[in-house]
């Protein structure tokens, strides 16, 4: 079956260490895209990607990088720098963007607690 | 600019309709609706673009106001399965981001 994985489901890290969450699509989708969601705010966009080895900053880019090396493959490392990283984290897929609007295909997410 | 949804919240009783709205400050490209239940993935409903075509999964009605930058979803008849959390998200002129509103939480009581 063609979808999002996002792994670990649940992941803890002591503050000051750099983490990365693993996103991977089988929908052969040029779009890729990382959000931030905390209660109450909604989704917020971090990074997205229309292609390989390509990327642009989102809304609340700062403290986080990504990269795109392959199509089906869109890692997100939360650094250090990021001051308050405990959130779920939702990666999405979509066919393309710009200019056209398709329907954004979400992973089931990974919810991270620093401590 | 985040789009504003309203209500923030809604309870209905089953077989009830809600209407949920979403507006912007600035002219509209597209409207996106996802649902999502706690703890899960958000899920595509429809996809509202400029000049009229609509995109949809399920048997859920929505209109988009182009002049007054605002989308509204029509929830009819609702189903304890409609409980959740309704996102707008919208691609606005200038822009290729998809920009989600903060959200309206249904729920749907027997």
Sequence with gaps: DGGITQSPKYLFRKEGQNVTLSCEQNLNHDAMYWYRQDPGQGLRLIYYSQIVNDFQKGDIAEGYSVSREKKESFPLTVTSAQKNPTAFYLCASSRRQGGDSYEQYFGPGTRLTVT | QQPVQSPQAVILREGEDAVINCSS???????????????????????????????????????????????????????????????????????????????TKLTVNP
């Design chain 2, 25 to 103: 400050s600035k002219a509209l490209y597209s409207v996106h609706w996802y649902r999502q239940k706690h703890g899960e993935a958000p899920v595509f409903l429809m996809i509202l673009l400029k000049g009229g075509e609509q995109k949809g999964h399920e048997k859920i009605s929505a209109s988009f106001n182009e002049k007054k930058q605002q989308s509204s979803l029509y929830l009819t008849a609702s189903q304890l399965s409609y409980s959740g959390t309704y996102f707008c998200g919208l691609i606005q002129g200038g822009s290729e981001k998809l920009v989600f509103g903060k959200g």
